[in-house]
């Protein structure tokens, strides 16, 4: 397996630097030693195994847990996010899974919740040509602002959460698997919307099961497994072989089996292990485990 080094060289400094990040929960150690960069205008995919410490190094930037130990700077200092508030301020933008939408507010209201325009009252005209250019930037299709967001189907809601998340003009924007639970065209809409993102010169970090949207819109791949970096690879010069084995630590499965016979990449299920896990191929997968 290759291990690309973490650094672009030539670029410039990363607007996101974490150094020997650890963080435990009680005896469980979801963290251990952990490096990640992000640069602008770069889309980086956070990958593993459930449990991986994914979730949990998101925890971290967005204010949720503080880490145990380690550094995060970011934009060219050490910062130290003791809040969901202060990630904010610092410029980095969380969209967790649930997008924490309401479903019975109209897009502009869901945009502008809790920061509406205007000192006495709404500005409901500015809102209104704020909502539109902003979706506009993201090339969204959305058929009204006005409409309620229940409205919506799973990808255009996605796109009114990264939205709502960019009016804080963040430097950094963080998605929980954006496409989970999403149809193939909505998928490709939001991994649109992604590209617009990078193309916005953000720094963007992804968590995602799923090989293909990854491969479709990373940069690169930064793989946790066990709490523990298992390599960071550049997206162009990794095979869908060498991320399941630094994802599950087997460097023979069932997906790779199958893509040599077929000659096409594999695609991991939501744990990212394979979906379709036979006994036999299980066996033979332990068999060529490396731990
Ligand atoms: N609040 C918590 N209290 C105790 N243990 C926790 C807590 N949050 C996470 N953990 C543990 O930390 C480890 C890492 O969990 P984490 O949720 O970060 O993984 P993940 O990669 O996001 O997994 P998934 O893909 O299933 O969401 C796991 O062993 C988990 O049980």
Not at 223 to 245: E, P, W, Y
Not at 285 to 290: F, I, K, Q
């Amino acid at each position: 397996m290759s291990t690309m080094p973490a650094e672009r060289p030539g670029a410039a400094a990363p607007v996101l630097s974490m150094r020997g990040v650890s963080k435990h929960f009680g005896a469980v150690a979801a963290l251990t030693d952990i490096d990640l960069d992000v640069y602008a205008g770069e889309v980086v995919a956070l990958v593993g195994d459930n449990g991986a410490g994914k979730s949990t190094l998101v925890k971290i930037l967005s204010g949720v847990h503080p880490q145990d130990a380690g550094t995060v700077n970011f934009d060219g200092r050490d910062v130290n996010i003791q809040s969901p508030v202060d990630a904010l301020n610092l410029g980095i933008a969380t969209v967790f899974q649930d997008l924490a939408l309401c479903d019975n507010l109209s897009v502009v209201d869901n945009l502008f919740l809790g920061r509406e325009l205007g000192p006495w009252r709404l500005n409901e005209g500015e809102m209104e040509v704020q909502s539109w250019e902003l979706l506009r930037q993201l090339s969204a299709k959305i058929p009204s602002v006005r409409i309620a967001v229940a409205s919506l189907s799973g990808g255009q809601r996605q796109t009114v959460a990264i939205a709502r998340s960019l009016l804080g003009s963040p430097k950094l924007i963080i998605l929980d698997e954006p496409t989970a639970a999403l149809g193939v065209a909505q998928t490709a809409e939001v991994l649109n919307l992604v590209e617009r993102l990078r193309e916005n010169g953000l720094a963007v970090i992804m968590i995602s099961h799923n090989m293909q949207d990854v491969q479709a819109v990373s940069d690169r791949v930064a793989v946790l497994r066990l709490g523990r970096n298992n390599g960071t690879f550049r997206m162009k010069d990794v095979s869908t072989d060498d991320l399941i084995a630094a994802i599950t630590g087997a460097a023979v499965n069932v997906v790779t089996q199958r893509a040599a016979q077929a000659g096409t990449a594999g695609t991991l299920g939501k744990a990212g292990v394979p979906p379709v896990r036979p006994p036999e191929a299980a066996a033979a997968a332990e068999e060529g485990s490396v731990q």
